[in-house]
């Protein structure tokens, strides 16, 4: 993917400095297992997501510098413009994604506290990387690293750019046909059960299947090898949001009715999730898919400023950032791929939610939904009141009635 993107030796670049980013959270979660557990599935996290993550945020600036040096800014100048705005948008995206995880610290099973570590530290990393050392890195070695140059940044992709014209002239019905999928997923989302995976399913082959037939076969009896299952008031469970009910939705279609896990992993349904996954793909999705919306929007706003016209920006917006985001996207996607190849079955079953969360949010919500939806507020979406811009210390922003043209 990061030969496809730059077709050049700054395809390397990434890595290293999702290496550096990846190291160093083991060398700080180290310290951090010298005073409390840490569970083994964070070294799945630190490795797998800490590569996409670390590899997405590098992505972004690198591409973005890129772009400037086309423009005819050199040097020191082109660093400082990347910084300026693909390094302000990855700075709020991770801090973002670390906060949407630094919940988990606070539970008290020490199984979730431990995840809540490794997810707080990867992006808070990668963002220190990708700030510090990439711009060193792009100051002193960039121009010699992008060759041979094949494809310049100067323009937009074509294909993008013909794509967002299409949505923003069909707005509604890209809107309405994104609904339709996310309704969908969503109501399969409304089956799924939470709880304790038949033991039966989960322990087919391996050291758990062992243990399970050894304590079958003990004579002990069934009470230590049956679920309990408890009883709450439903007035206790929350709302959450549709982009993440539909990935609950792909889990229950999935595993919990075997629509998919009996084909591809030859497990079969588990009829219910455990009930911490859940949970887990709430506290990943919500952070992961907001960075891609996040660099999408901020776009979007920096063509607005200089057009005027919300269907401009649009058509702009996701020109340019339409192949890079789909790109990093399918890093992170193939990054839980791998990580579903785990032989514990409820890491497939996490694994699974994300990739599934992030593929939609890169077809349905950012392909679709996004660009239709800013389409039809029109300048409403740029309107910032008074009283908040104060409390953010930014300027005030007023809907401009006579620039709204449509077109690019």
């Known amino acids: 993917m990061l030969a496809f993107v730059f077709a050049s030796l700054l395809a390397f670049v990434p890595l290293v400095m999702a290496i550096v980013s990846i190291m160093s959270t083991f060398l700080i979660l180290w310290g951090v297992g010298s005073v409390t557990a840490v569970s083994s599935?964070?070294?799945?996290?630190?490795?797998?997501?800490g590569l996409g993550i670390a590899i997405d945020y590098s992505l972004l600036i690198v591409v973005r510098w890129r772009e400037e040096r086309a423009h005819g800014h050199d040097g020191d100048e082109a660093v400082v413009r990347a910084m300026a705005t693909a390094g302000r948008a990855v700075v709020f995206s991770g801090t973002t994604v670390a906060i949407g995880l630094l919940a988990m610290i606070v539970l008290p099973l020490p199984f979730l506290r431990s995840i809540g570590y490794a997810g707080m530290l990867i992006p808070l990393i990668s963002v220190i990387v990708a700030t510090t050392l990439l711009p060193l890195v792009l100051v002193k070695l960039g121009n010699r690293?992008?060759?041979?140059?094949?494809?310049?940044?100067?323009?937009?992709?074509?294909?993008?750019?013909?794509?967002?014209?299409?949505?923003v002239r069909r707005r509604w019905f890209a809107a309405l046909g994104a609904l339709l999928v996310l309704a969908a997923l969503v109501f399969a989302a409304t089956g799924l059960k939470p709880g304790s995976a038949d033991v039966n399913t989960l322990s087919k082959t391996g050291d758990a299947h062992t243990g399970l037939v050894a304590l079958e076969r003990s004579g002990i009896g069934p009470g230590a090898l049956t679920p309990i299952e408890m009883l709450a008031p439903t007035s206790d469970a929350g709302h959450v949001a549709a982009s993440l009910a539909a990935a609950w939705g792909v889990i229950t279609l999935v595993w919990q009715q075997g629509h998919g896990s009996s084909l591809i992993w030859g497990i079969a349904a588990t009829h219910s999730v455990d009930a911490w996954i859940p949970l887990m793909v709430f506290a990943f999705l919500f952070g992961l898919s907001m960075d891609y919306e996040v660099f999408i929007l901020a776009r979007m706003r920096e063509e607005y400023d200089a057009s005027g016209s919300t269907d401009a920006a649009v058509v702009r917006g996701i020109g340019r950032t339409g192949r890079l985001v789909t790109s990093a996207a399918l890093i992170l996607f193939l990054a839980f791929a791998s990580m579903a190849s785990a032989p514990d079955t409820t890491v497939k079953v996490f694994a699974t939610a994300l990739a599934a969360?992030?593929?939609?949010?890169?077809?349905?919500?950012?392909?679709?939904?996004?660009?239709?939806?800013?389409?039809?507020?029109?300048?409403?979406?740029?309107?910032?009141?008074?009283?908040?811009?104060r409390l953010l210390r930014v300027k005030p922003s007023l809907p401009r009635a006579a620039s709204e043209t449509s077109g690019d």
């Not at 937009?156 to 750019?161: E, I, L, P, Y």
């Open 41 to 49: 599935i964070v070294e799945f996290l630190v490795a797998l997501i």
């Open 145 to 167: 690293l992008d060759w041979p140059h094949v494809r310049s940044d100067d323009q937009a992709s074509r294909a993008w750019t013909r794509w967002a014209r299409l949505v």
């Open 357 to 389: 969360g992030l593929i939609l949010d890169a077809t349905v919500i950012r392909a679709l939904l996004v660009p239709a939806v800013v389409s039809l507020f029109g300048r409403w979406n740029w309107w910032l009141p008074a009283w908040p811009a």
